[in-house]
């Protein structure tokens, strides 16, 4: 069992890493993400785990400089793959089913959700977001776990991140509650963690 001394300066540390991580992510050229951003959906594209995807496929809708997953949503959709967003409900992320070019609607934090009256759904394959990883497959988020708490939830789901190669970490500091990633994409490589 960790300390509370030990679990405050943990959070500091990440806190500090989370703040130097999305400063950098911001920095980086737009043209730049752009250009990447094609380059991540082609690499995850041709992962063998959407050659059958069996259930639905989360993403999320990009905020800031977060690599951009629409590509890779509208793809799988003219695939027949049935996608969802995440949504924070009561301080608890739920899933909606989701269409290309359906309406969004403000959801909090500034994020963009499906629309409410949008039926809920369990993912089987998540792709989040994240603001620094490393080769583990760990991530920094934003700092409210719901990500990690979601997976734990769910249960045997395949979980990708998707990011930068520049947002790339020597190590993550990792707490029990935090979930490894089983796959992430840059615009250079696919990295398999799990």
Not at 103 to 108: A, W
Not at 129 to 157: C, M, N, S, W
Not at 173 to 182: A, F, M, S, V
């Amino acid at each position: 069992m960790m300390d509370v001394s030990a679990s405050d300066d943990l959070a500091r540390r990440k806190a500090a890493l989370r703040e130097a991580a999305l400063a950098h992510r911001d920095a980086l050229e737009i043209d730049d993400r752009l250009i990447w951003d094609e380059a991540i959906a082609g690499r995850v594209l041709a992962l063998p785990v959407f050659d059958d995807a069996q259930g639905s496929v989360s993403a999320y809708w990009p905020m800031r400089s977060e690599a951009d997953p629409r590509p890779i949503l509208e793809a799988l959709h003219e695939r027949g793959v049935r996608l969802c967003l995440p949504a924070i409900i009561d301080k608890r992320m739920l899933f909606r089913r989701w269409a290309p070019y359906e309406p969004i609607v403000p959801g909090g934090f500034g994020t963009l959700v499906p629309d409410p009256a949008q039926p809920q759904v369990a993912p089987a394959i998540l792709i989040v977001p994240l603001a620094a990883f490393d080769r583990r497959g760990y991530r920094i988020g934003y700092g409210k776990g719901h990500f990690d708490a979601k997976l734990t939830e769910l249960g045997p789901v395949i979980s990708m991140g998707i990011a930068y190669a520049a947002q790339e970490i020597a190590a993550v500091p990792d707490e029990p509650h935090d979930r490894r990633l089983d796959w992430i994409v840059t615009e250079r490589e696919i990295i398999r963690c799990g």
